[in-house]
């Protein structure tokens, strides 16, 4: 029925500014009776490329279509399809597969709009909603014809009805059960394990995924590794509305996640009832929940309170795998109960420790041959010690410290399963050490640059991760960056009085994707070097990473879409869209001399954050947003809706 308003709705979901930060590309299609495909294929690929394709035919523009959505996050909104072959014509072209792309369909006749029959039966309760809409988007995204999709909605609408009927005290955590039941069986432990975190705990995705992975929930795929799988389930529990994104990162991807106060608790409920975990409580009066001896046939244990007084008992858990604690505060443990550690978790693989705050690299950690996941918080930490490498089945090593350097005096070239290694203090590599492993370590965080040598080339040739502190210039000399090939995301922060300078030739690995430099007082002209980089997508400079009053950009930077530049002496900068044919989010903080953000570099921008800026730099922003608002008051056919953000800190001068 028309003149309900389904466009409107749509367009204020579609207009939103969580839509704009989720998806870089958004387009909007009116389809009516009069539908052509022709015209929308080409519509979308003025996207992409300036070139006229009109002479080409509909197989050719279908291959230069999925050529460009391939590796997209898009969102397309199909405003008042009248019959279903309209869509079916659109699907075939869709790149869908990956799971980037998505499509809102707006529909006047009852074969395209059975879900408004189930948004009824789910008794206007929002969390009810959204799990039921998480179902319908998991069964409509399967390869099945319309028909079959359109019956089994008309089945959830039927079971959401039941619930609401018998149970209407527990309405809201039956639907959460019914989403359960048809997850597939890969996910169901994924999702039931977060009810290891604390409620409301912001979940940083890269921690969890390297949980999953360390805990066996994670398969190894053909064509993937286990983190790339990893990511995937996550964002099949996101889209399924059964996690709830967070922050998201410049480009799209998901940051933090958290989970719905009720789903936390139907996870919790779940895991009881298959031994999966048990959540401790400490009491105010040093008494345990459940008692200490229940817990002893549980496999995974997690914390949220003060965990001493459950150590202190000098139990042994023999069948205790992982170990979590997510206390908020810092817990000191008597040395007594370290040592006990060994003796109590023999069998240990997961130990998620950093809300105990130790005093030296506690080596009886190092006793657990089984661990495969270790994070630590260790104060003043100096060594980690040699005995480290008798952890064969390692993954993962999270060491946070408040010390600037560390020696790694354990072998990273005999540990086999190594994959992640993170810490903020630069670590400094024994050079002696001798061996082939570190094939599969994909993070090095943080390296010293006298560490950066030809055996970590060579050994650890795959790694995609990499974060360098120091003196950079021993870094720079030694042409060590450019032999690691498979490197996507580098961070260097130079720690050093005086200015370096980049070599002019090829530097960087060509498949960097990442940049951020820190503190490196570079001149802009050194700018040049970095836009040979043709895959870089991200370029962080922070704290002085450049320095000059004046850039002049005369380069071309073919794939950056995020620039940020906070804290520089910058004063004119001059530049334009065809520098940064790609750039579409531009980030200026604590740039307190510049003059201006050129105008010129609107045509592309899709959001702008600004921050501690001076008054004219502040409304050259401004200037930017009327120009993008002029740009698309006319209305069109197909709407582009890259749309346009301005964000404006409290520090700017108004």
């Not at 050529?67 to 659109?90: A, G, Q, R």
């Not at 006793?367 to 060594?383: A, F, G, P, Q, S």
Request: some cysteine; proline content about 3%.
């Amino acid at each position: 029925m028309p003149g309900l308003g389904k466009t409107t709705l749509t367009w204020k979901i579609y207009d939103s500014d969580a839509i704009q930060r989720a998806y870089r590309i958004r387009i909007w299609v009116n389809v009516s009776q009069k539908f052509n495909k022709k015209e929308l294929l080409l519509n979308i690929l003025k996207e992409f490329t300036g070139e006229d394709m009109s002479n080409k035919g509909n197989f050719e523009l279908e291959q230069a279509v999925r050529k460009c959505l391939k590796d997209e996050k898009f969102l397309i909104v199909l405003d008042d399809v009248w019959n279903v072959e309209d869509w079916k014509t659109i699907k075939k072209v869709l790149p869908m597969i990956n799971g980037l792309g998505k499509v809102i369909i707006t529909s006047r006749f009852v074969e395209v709009a059975v879900g408004e029959q189930v948004a009824h039966n789910c008794d206007g309760l929002p969390l009810t909603i959204v799990v039921i809409g998480g179902i319908l988007v998991a069964q409509f995204s399967r390869q099945r014809p319309i028909g079959v999709t359109k019956n089994e909605w008309i089945k959830v609408s039927e079971n959401v009805i039941q619930f609401a009927k018998t149970d209407k005290k527990n309405h809201i955590s039956n639907v959460v059960g019914l989403s359960y039941d048809i997850l597939p069986d890969e996910l169901k432990e994924c999702f039931i394990y977060m009810g290891v975190f604390p409620e409301d705990h912001e979940i940083p995705a890269w921690t969890l995924t390297r949980l999953w992975i360390a805990e066996g929930f994670i398969q190894q795929k053909e064509g993937q590794s286990l983190e790339e799988t990893a990511e995937e389930y996550l964002n099949d529990l996101i889209n399924r509305n059964l996690l709830m994104v967070g922050r998201i990162n410049p480009m799209g991807e998901n940051k933090t996640c958290s989970v719905h106060d009720v789903i936390h608790l139907f996870c919790i409920t779940k895991a009881v009832e298959q031994n999966l975990f048990q959540e401790i409580k400490t009491l105010s009066q040093g008494v345990s929940l459940p008692p200490i001896p229940a817990t002893e046939k549980y496999h995974r244990l997690c914390f949220s309170s003060d965990l001493s007084k459950f150590l202190s008992e000098g139990k042994v858990y023999p069948s205790v795998r992982s170990f979590l604690s997510f206390y908020k505060d810092l817990v000191e443990l008597k040395p007594e109960y370290i040592t006990s550690i060994p003796d109590a978790f023999k069998l240990l693989r997961v130990l998620n420790s950093n809300s105990i705050r130790f005093h030296q690299f506690p080596l009886t950690v190092t006793e657990l041959c089984h661990l495969r996941y270790v994070t630590l918080y260790v104060h003043n930490l100096t060594v980690i010690p040699e005995s480290i490498s008798k952890l064969w089945n390692l993954q993962t090593l999270l060491v946070e410290t408040n010390s600037n350097t560390v020696a790694m005096n354990g072998n990273l070239w005999s540990m086999v399963r190594l994959r992640h290694l993170k810490t903020k203090a630069a670590m400094v590599l024994d050079q002696e050490q001798k061996g082939n492993a570190g094939e599969n370590i994909q993070t090095l965080s943080t390296l010293s640059p006298e560490s950066c040598t030809e055996i970590v080339a060579k050994n650890a040739r795959n790694v995609k991760e990499l974060r360098v502190r120091g003196n950079l210039d021993t870094l720079f000399d030694a042409r060590f960056l450019e032999k690691l090939l498979s490197l996507e995301k580098l961070k260097l922060v130079h720690e050093k009085s005086g200015k370096i300078s980049l070599p002019k030739t090829s530097f960087f690995p060509r498949n960097l994707k990442r940049l951020t430099l820190r503190k490196t007082s570079l001149q802009w002209s050194d700018m040049s070097t970095l836009a040979k980089i043709e895959k870089l997508e991200v370029l962080k400079l922070k704290q002085g990473a450049f320095v000059g009053i004046q850039w002049t950009v005369r380069d071309v930077f073919p794939s950056l879409q995020f620039l940020l530049i906070d804290d520089a002496d910058l004063v004119i900068w001059e530049a334009s869209a065809k520098h940064f044919p790609s750039l579409t989010c531009l980030s200026i903080k604590k740039c307190q001399k510049l003059k201006e953000i050129p105008l010129e570099l609107a045509k592309n921008l899709q959001r702008l954050d600004i921050d501690f800026l001076r008054k004219s730099a502040t409304a050259s922003a401004r200037a930017i947003q009327e120009r993008k608002k002029k740009d698309q008051e006319h209305e069109q056919k197909v709407r582009w809706g890259v749309g346009f953000q301005l964000s404006v800190g409290s520090g700017c001068e108004a």
